[in-house]
């Protein structure tokens, strides 16, 4: 994580790349119908970089349930993808074509730091995908959000998605930290 992902549609046979679970840098992925497009939303201005529309939160895509892990795997059938915003004619489909190292997100403290107190989908859903490996494990959630540079939310997220993929890569992370150190986001254990 994070990973890059292509979508495609069957009707008009084209599609975009894109990056998903880069919470630093993007707002989220969003399907511009002025640049017929799937484009990610950068954290840094807000807007489309094809034609500089600033969507509302609400206005981008929550993929959490349409992209599946590298090679097609998930638990469940992933959600009918969004309209193809070329043609308008099928449902867009997914592959995750590529998988980043984890210190891109996690080695970017600056970028991190500078979305505290803001609440948007790419990190809503970060946010949440680390809750499976926390409850599974017992860990200290301040701890664990303490080394991703997180910011503990103070309201209800935007989306309370958990990203199959993101939860996975998530959770390998952590529990190489945990081999290495057991006390590790130990709920109880002194701050490391
Ligand atoms: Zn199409
Ligand atoms: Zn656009």
Same mark, same amino acid.
């Given at each position: 994580m994070p990973y890059q992902i292509q979508s495609h549609c069957p009707a008009c046979q084209a599609g975009d790349s894109v990056v998903i679970g880069n919470w630093p840098e993007h707002l989220g992925l969003y399907l511009c119908l002025s640049c017929r497009q799937l484009v990610n939303i950068p954290t840094? =201005?807000?807007? *489309?970089? %094809?034609?500089g529309y600033e969507p509302r939160? =609400?206005?981008?895509? =929550?993929?959490s349930r349409a992209i599946p892990y590298l090679? %097609?795997?998930?638990p469940y059938t992933p959600d009918t993808g969004p309209v193809?915003?070329? *043609?308008?004619g099928a449902a867009l489909q997914f592959h995750n074509t590529a998988h980043y190292n984890m210190m891109m997100v996690v080695g970017n403290e600056a970028g991190a730091k500078a979305t505290w107190g803001r609440d948007y989908v790419e990190k809503a859903i970060f946010m949440n995908s680390t809750f499976p490996v926390i409850q599974e494990h017992r860990l200290d959630p301040r701890k664990v959000f303490a080394y991703f540079h997180l910011d503990m939310p103070s309201a209800p997220l935007i989306t309370r998605s958990v990203s199959y993929p993101i939860a996975l890569d998530i959770r390998t992370h952590l529990l190489i930290h945990i081999t290495m150190n057991p006390a590790a986001f130990r709920e109880g254990a002194p701050p490391q």
């Open positions: 840094r =201005d807000g807007k *489309c970089p %094809g034609c939160p =609400d206005e981008l895509y =929550d993929y090679g %097609g795997q998930m193809c915003p070329r *043609c308008e």
